[in-house]
């Protein structure tokens, strides 16, 4: 068997892996939201200065690729390799960001699974002694998501009680090896799942599924269980997905609920700020991490977190085509050097 | 630096890789083109069986790989982990692949350079040591391109002369260490490049340059020059394209004529199948690959090839936005063991 792999569908790095910096950008409903004063950049713009906003999701990401490189002190020409990737159809937030920069770009499609994916292969790829100095980064934006996926804005259509609401941000993260204190120790990759839920204003629920099978798949490839983790944190899945996620382990005899927390439900005040089921999006996973979470992780008071990018891989076509909402999650061990 | 980065941008894999087992699966027109004979799979419906276009490329995807698995005696459950992506907005050829079948999924988006894309990194993957049989799997269909990024077919818009025909069809490769006499040898990450192209009916000329600069670096990194291969293959330049291409070498003062020719000039034969500046899509490098290609180096015929999948980072909405069209290259060294 290969020698890092463990158990069935989990690794770890070749060679010990850090992230050693990070930087998020944000829009004005995140800046007023409870973790509004971490964020590196953010602007009340909803274009970010530019002319669309497919744009804007361009210029939030080159913000924390520059942002990340201000506090790493390395230069474009020192990125071996920029994994990225966004929900935009053929991921060109991601690909115009890189446009003739010279940075080396691996594109990746995991829809709000994206932070968790990139940090995966960032780890893979650092850990195997293939590159130096990796970056992990993606993006969403309220708008540009919301007339891609749902209605144009300017409609003024009702969201459901179950909806969620797209963060506008961008996160980026720095992977190297031996280069820091808070280390990826594992990771475990995500199989596409769904139970049949088609309700696509439900994603949380559709999207749990497939977080509950990679979490116990994390716990049993690695020998561990809830307790072990001082936080065990989703994507996106929202407050009605973490029930779904909930009453799933529930269901196993297994209790996770006491550490289980998610980035829709951390990065808005739902009620207050009117985000219905909490937020969403790639950046929704991205910007809490890149803030709160590798704060946290940076100053001792989070130890070990299991990292859950959850992403809903439903296209307007497929739900056009009434197929049900296939889900995936991508677990990542982060851990505090002892 | 990293012990297995070579150069700039290139790296080799940790431990001796191998394509052990490929398939191809292909519709009509690609049937009825020069290598109609050597695939595996074929079928003269353009839904194969399925109800809507885009399902059919599940359905071409689900061939492919049940195919591979049939060569290689393997079971589902012995995979580790599928790398794929294609053209479909949210890549939902590939997702529904996948779905529930308990296959560890990275989804990649690439555009037309998902094939390379996907053997990188299963290369990388499979000599890091953190898998053991790692699928590298992509494709397109003619129909569900047209709809999504041209017109209706129905509507019966006339194509230009700078066109190219999206192939229909879809490969897979089995990536192993040490188990067969193919190897991945290195591969070098493309940069996303573009000289300013706009016209999306000129794909080929529009990926030109990142070609150029994959290929170019691949050599320097390397310390090889066109004569140390036997064959240098892009994706889908098409005829244009591969003139383009052909155009920036020699201003470079590098003759890479001779050992030049593309998946997309090779799988129709232009004039008599109205196919314009030749195939495209990601399924174009694909079966390609996974037939004339790797029976080629299997049977001794080509001993050292330059793979280098080209894909072309616009969307219809880029377009729409005047924007220009980004190209990337990712090119992967295929070597037959001697």
Redesign the interface.
């Known amino acids: 068997?290969?020698?890092?792999?463990i158990g069935k569908?989990t690794?770890r790095p070749?060679e010990p892996v850090c992230i050693s910096h990070w930087a998020s950008v944000a829009g004005k409903k995140e800046l007023e939201g409870p973790l509004g004063h971490q964020f590196d950049r953010t602007s009340t713009d909803t274009k970010f200065g530019e002319?669309?906003w497919?744009?804007a999701e361009k210029r939030m990401q080159q913000l924390a690729l520059q942002t990340l490189l201000e506090k790493s002190q390395l230069k474009e020409t020192d990125l071996?390799?920029v994994y990225s990737?966004d929900?935009?159809?053929?991921?060109?937030g991601s690909?115009?960001t890189?446009?003739?920069?010279?940075?080396?770009?691996?594109?990746?499609?995991?829809?709000c699974s994206t932070m968790a994916?990139s940090l995966?292969?960032a780890a893979?790829?650092?850990?195997?002694?293939?590159?130096?100095h990796i970056v992990a980064m993606t993006s969403s934006h309220f708008a540009s998501s919301e007339r891609q996926y749902r209605f144009p804005l300017g409609y003024g259509g009702q969201r459901t009680p179950t909806a969620q609401w797209t963060v506008t941000g961008s996160g980026a993260a720095l992977i190297q090896?031996r280069t820091g204190k808070i280390e990826i120790t594992s990771a475990t990759?995500?199989?596409?799942?769904?139970l049949g839920i088609t309700d696509a204003a439900n994603m949380g629920c559709a999207m749990a599924p497939a977080a509950f099978d990679t979490i116990r798949t994390h716990f049993d490839d690695t020998h561990t269980a809830p307790e072990d983790f001082d936080l065990i944190v989703t994507g996106d899945l929202g407050s009605l997905g973490k029930e779904a996620l909930i009453y799933l382990f529930r269901r196993e005899g297994i209790c996770i609920g006491g550490k289980l927390t998610d980035c829709g439900t951390l990065v808005f005040d739902a009620p207050k700020q009117d985000v219905h089921a909490g937020g969403s999006g790639c950046g929704c996973s991205a910007i809490v991490l890149c803030s709160e979470l590798l704060s946290k992780l940076q100053s001792g008071k989070l130890k070990k977190i299991l990292f859950c990018g959850t992403g809903a891989?439903?296209?307007?076509?497929?739900t056009q085509?009434k197929?049900p909402i296939?889900g995936?999650c991508h677990g990542v061990c982060i851990e505090t050097r002892r």
């Open positions: 068997m290969a020698q890092n792999k569908r690794f070749g002319k669309t497919e744009q071996d390799v990737g929900l935009l159809n053929q991921c060109i690909s115009f890189l446009r003739n920069t010279g940075i080396p770009h691996i594109g990746l499609y995991g829809a994916e995966l292969l893979m790829t650092a850990g195997g002694g293939y590159a130096d090896r990759l995500g199989t596409v799942t769904d891989l439903l296209s307007p076509t497929s085509q197929l296939p995936i």
